[in-house]
């Protein structure tokens, strides 16, 4: 079975086993639990949830979180897709997901993920990743804890250094 | 200065240790230079034609005098014993080994500097008024706001990956000394009829192949509600920025795709979501206020007997006092500007031993303070005018003395094809062609007020559009070329430049602008600037006498 790098409510980084299977929209849907594109989940995901299936939706830069916005609840996993490194339209969508939505489900990155930005993505309220790069949960908790201040409030609720401040 | 606490020390010592084993894992071939050109980059350093080029921060361009000494014994240990100070005033470092940048970052940490967010597409340095604290017209101390805006880009999780680099200019006084207009977001402090601290928010101004003078999208945000508007304005960017083509990245494009009011709609819809809950406490803002160590003055008079005597008795300290000093706002003081464009010299090179002796003038006559402007020069903002005779002697013994700040000599140009990767011409080479020219400083007073600006590219790091007289190089199949535009300003009243005409091979561009400034003194009505006169008369004299034997 497939594994993603987890961060556990802990803290703690691990490898765990991915029950999920990602679906291309052109691809035959497998048994079990699925991530498809939101096209398809807009088209299949009412059948496919009703199949008592786990969901998950992937969301490319260019689409649009508030989308999901009334179907959040029924949804396990938002994969956040990096479709290059650079691209960082999914930090601003993972925030959006958590703290104006407040999205309880998995935010998994997806695509060109480098532990570099490990640090980024914990901070901005991704907890599952598929690193591009082979790097491992200890690398990734290295980068993730690397500084031991952050500047601004964001979606992991860590005291930012005003805070600690007072 | 902004006295760093143990909690923005360790930020940097865990950001230095990061990059020491990033740097480590690229020496030891577990990385390609592929993978590692995006982590060299989050920390300001580049692959440049001969060596690698870092790039330190120098936040709002202010520094105390044990962080110019560290700068200067870095360039004297790790480059060629100098350093060059850029128009968004950090200091570039040209000839570094890689091998040694964990140790340049250390040393810079010791001292609470780094070189976070020089480059990459994030929220850079933030440009501020070089005479913050010293100069009368200011409504409030911009250092303040630059600072707290320091903290809040560094390392940033939802905006160290926007579509393009990102540049914020705050000036707090009438006339504009940061280029604030053509910055992606311009902060000018104002204050409300009912005394409430407040901005002005200029969006999408910017240089480069698309230059523009950005609109203003809210007249007055109260200051206290800073943060969560930029995190509303950078979020609507982030998403909604082009990405296609990264000439067409930055925000000026897409405050110009969708017009200034129709951006402000966005901005404010977002603004309204995210609410009081992204702004930072008042308590902290009134901490990094207090966090910023005193100034205390001494009460003196307007009128310094030995600073007058000293001009009677001495034609150049005259001349210098003349063209390099600007009014203080306590009696008695004085803004020294240090200029850094003397004669023949590349324009904001300072040696090593040049910026320890500024460390050691701001330490024994301007109360350990130093700041860098956006013009390439370093300024004492606060000097007694009694002490000013022994600043310029000691200043004219280490080659610092040019008395030239504002004139024609005072030339902004890029490092150009002598340093840069993406040049197409040489500029410093052309800045020293008219500089020499100019030599003659009675001429150079009597032309008074006139900025030249060259880039050796168009990607516009010299502002040639914002030069009163714009030099941009060019390669025409394999030579060198420079195209002149008038009339720019990157003041208050900022301005593009317009096209004069044809580019000019190298060895006509000093020759040319002799007969720019010709024209200039010929049609100009009583006290106008250069840049008065293009604009009353239009280009049209001005390209007549330029190309009149071209036929």
């Known amino acids: 079975m497939p594994t993603r790098i987890k961060l556990q409510s802990d803290g703690t980084f691990v490898l765990a ?53 009334y179907d959040l609840p029924r949804i396990a996993v938002v994969a956040v897709a990096f479709p290059k490194y650079r691209d960082g339209r999914a930090y601003t969508a993972a925030r959006l997901l958590r703290e104006r939505y407040g999205f309880k489900g998995e935010i998994r990155a997806v695509g060109d ?54 | ?176 000394r940061t280029a604030a207009k053509v910055h992606d977001i311009g902060l000018m402090v104002r204050r409300a009829r009912d005394g409430t601290l407040g901005f002005e928010v200029i969006v999408g101004g910017g240089l480069g192949r698309t230059p523009y003078v950005g609109p203003t999208i809210r007249e007055f945000l109260p200051a206290n509600r800073l943060f969560s508007y930029l995190e509303a304005v950078l979020r609507v960017y982030n998403r909604h920025g082009r990405r296609d083509n990264s000439y067409k990245a930055r925000i000026k494009i897409l405050v110009a795709a969708l017009g200034a009011e129709e951006f402000a709609r966005q901005v404010e819809v977002e603004w309204e979501k995210v609410g009081a809950a992204g702004d930072l406490p008042d308590t902290e803002i009134a901490r990094i206020r207090g966090a910023f160590a005193p100034t205390s003055f001494d009460t003196l008079v307007n009128r310094s007997e030995a600073f007058e005597e000293a001009k009677a008795a001495d034609p150049i300290f005259a001349r210098w006092a003349r063209n390099n000093l600007r009014p203080h706002k306590r009696p008695g003081y004085s803004i020294v500007e240090i200029s850094l464009k003397g004669i023949g010299d590349t324009p904001g090179d300072a040696s090593s031993d040049q910026m320890d002796l500024v460390a050691d003038l701001a330490e024994r006559y301007g109360q350990d303070d130093i700041r860098v402007t956006h013009e390439q020069n370093l300024v004492l903002p606060h000097v007694k005018l009694d002490d000013l005779a022994v600043v310029h002697a000691e200043l004219q013994r280490a080659g610092l003395a040019t008395p030239n700040v504002n004139l024609i000599s005072d030339i902004i140009a890029c490092p150009g094809l002598d340093y840069c990767a993406l040049a197409n011409a040489r500029a410093i080479p052309i800045a020293q062609d008219i500089a020499r020219k100019f030599e003659n400083q009675d001429r150079a007073e009597l032309i008074g007020e006139l900025k030249i600006k060259i880039s050796g590219c168009i990607n516009a790091c010299g502002h040639h559009h914002i030069g009163h007289i714009g030099i941009l190089g060019v390669d025409k199949k394999g030579e060198e070329f420079y195209q002149l535009t008038l009339g720019g300003s990157g003041a208050e009243d900022a301005a593009v430049g317009s096209m004069l005409g044809p580019a000019l091979p190298a060895n006509r561009v000093a020759e040319a602008i002799d007969v720019l400034v010709d024209v200039y003194l010929r049609e100009r009505q009583g006290e106008e600037r250069f840049l008065d006169t293009v604009r009353r008369t239009g280009v049209a004299p001005f390209k007549e006498a330029v190309y009149a034997d071209a036929n």
């Open chain 2, 1 to 176: 200065m902004y006295q760093y606490d143990t909690l923005d020390k360790e930020f940097l010592a865990d950001r230095a240790a990061e990059f020491r084993e990033q740097v480590g894992r690229r020496l030891a071939g577990e990385i390609t230079e592929d993978q590692f050109k995006p982590i060299r980059l989050m920390n300001g350093l580049y692959l440049q034609l001969h060596a690698y080029m870092l790039r330190v921060a120098i936040p709002y361009g202010s520094l105390n005098p044990t962080q110019m000494r560290a700068l200067a014994e870095i360039g004297r240990k790790y480059d060629k014993g100098y350093g060059h100070f850029t128009t968004r005033q950090n200091l570039q470092f040209h000839w570094i080994k890689l091998a040694d940048t964990p140790a340049i970052l250390d040393e810079l940490a010791a001292v609470d500097m780094h070189a976070i967010q020089t480059s990459g597409n994030c929220i850079r340095n933030v440009t501020a008024d070089p005479y913050a604290g010293a100069t009368a017209e200011e409504i409030d101390d911009p250092r303040v706001w630059s600072e707290a805006i320091r903290q809040w880009s560094s390392l940033h999780p939802e905006f160290s990956f926007l579509p393009r680099k990102f540049k914020i200019a705050i000036t707090a006084s009438a006339k504009d």
């Open chain 1, 113 to 166: 993920v480098l532990r570099e930005q490990a640090g980024f993505m914990v901070r901005t309220g991704m907890d599952a990743f598929e690193p591009a790069d082979g790097s491992t949960p200890e690398q990734w908790a290295h980068v993730a804890h690397r500084q031991r201040h952050v500047y601004q409030r964001a979606a992991d609720g860590r005291l930012p250094a005003f805070a600690e401040r007072e």
């Open chain 1, 17 to 69: 086993e991915d029950p999920f299977t990602h679906v291309g929209d052109d691809e035959g849907l497998p048994p079990g639990d699925v991530i498809i594109s939101l096209t398809r989940f807009q088209s299949d995901g009412d059948r496919l949830l009703s199949e008592g299936r786990s969901v998950g939706v992937r969301i490319e830069p260019a689409e649009e979180v508030e989308t999901l916005a």
